[in-house]
């Protein structure tokens, strides 16, 4: 994953759960994040990049992180550069998910979803171009009881029937251990099957459950992922992150 493809026809994709920058000592450290990504995720050159607890927990759910900071060391695009990708004004993001995307690619379209829950959980959406490709990025965190999960999933489905159809990308952290994927994110839920290798990425230290993925609604097409190991990630938060190649298709 060192090398950017050059004929675009993969995007290098990476998804953490930063946990709010608190580390596995409990601490909260958020150059600790930073640092992590300059050491671990910015030598694969990313594509994209996003990251969940990445805003403060409660209203007004404020920045945690460096955003400029990241933007550099990734060499990525923030995506959040208008009020309404926003959760408020003091937020990087909406609802805690932060989404960087490489700038040689045409943003057409952005959203933000508002998914119900007890805990506030929300989605970030972004459609590009890619010369005669398009496609669609979406990343979110999803809830941990399989119920709202089911409901959080089903509003993705509906959010997607809406928009045009194109090459999707769910990347995140979605909660859900079963490997199969469990019932939220069946054709019922989504209107459409999404695939993707299945890896370990949590608890940090000895990683058990699955809880992050990277999907596309295109078979075979998520090649090379990873769970990242490395002292400084484990460190700075209680998922490791998940990096993956993802095969664009033609339109």
């Given at each position: 994953m060192k090398?950017?493809?050059?004929?675009?026809?993969?995007?290098?994709?990476?998804?953490w759960n930063v946990h709010r920058?608190?580390?596995?000592?409990?601490?909260?450290?958020?150059?600790?994040?930073?640092?992590?990504i300059e050491q671990v995720i910015?030598?694969?050159?990313p594509d994209v990049l996003a990251?969940?607890?990445?805003?403060?927990?409660?209203?007004?759910h404020a920045r945690i992180l460096d955003a400029d900071r990241i933007s550099r060391a990734v060499g990525l695009g923030y995506m959040h550069d208008t009020p309404a990708l926003r959760w408020g004004p003091e937020s990087d993001g909406f609802?805690?998910?932060?989404?960087?995307?490489?700038?040689?690619?045409?943003?057409?379209?952005?959203?933000v979803i508002d998914l119900p829950?007890?805990?506030?959980?929300?989605?970030?959406?972004?459609?590009?171009?890619?010369?005669?490709?398009?496609?669609?990025?979406?990343?979110?965190?999803?809830?941990?009881?399989?119920?709202?999960?089911?409901?959080?999933?089903?509003?993705?489905?509906?959010?997607?029937?809406?928009?045009?159809?194109?090459q999707t990308i769910i990347l995140g952290d979605l909660n859900e251990w079963r490997p199969w994927g469990g019932?939220?994110?069946?054709?019922?839920?989504?209107?459409q099957d999404f695939y993707g290798p299945v890896k370990a990425s949590f608890p940090a230290r000895w990683p058990l459950l699955p809880l992050d993925r990277i999907m596309t609604n295109r078979r075979d097409c998520v090649l090379?992922?990873?769970?990242?190991?490395?002292?400084?990630?484990t460190a700075a938060s209680d998922h490791r992150p998940l990096a993956a190649h993802v095969r664009l298709t033609a339109s």
């Open positions: 090398d950017r493809i050059a004929e675009g026809d993969t995007l290098a994709c990476v998804t920058a608190r580390g596995a000592d409990g601490r909260v450290d958020a150059p600790r994040v930073a640092t992590a910015a030598p694969l050159a990251l969940q607890e990445a805003d403060a927990d409660c209203p007004p609802l805690g998910t932060v989404l960087w995307v490489h700038p040689r690619f045409e943003r057409t379209h952005a959203d829950g007890h805990c506030h959980r929300g989605g970030v959406t972004i459609e590009c171009r890619d010369g005669d490709r398009a496609f669609r990025v979406m990343s979110m965190h999803l809830s941990l009881a399989q119920p709202l999960r089911m409901v959080q999933t089903r509003i993705i489905g509906q959010y997607l029937s809406r928009r045009p159809a194109m019932a939220a994110f069946g054709r019922m839920m989504l209107g090379r992922a990873q769970v990242l190991d490395h002292p400084a990630t």
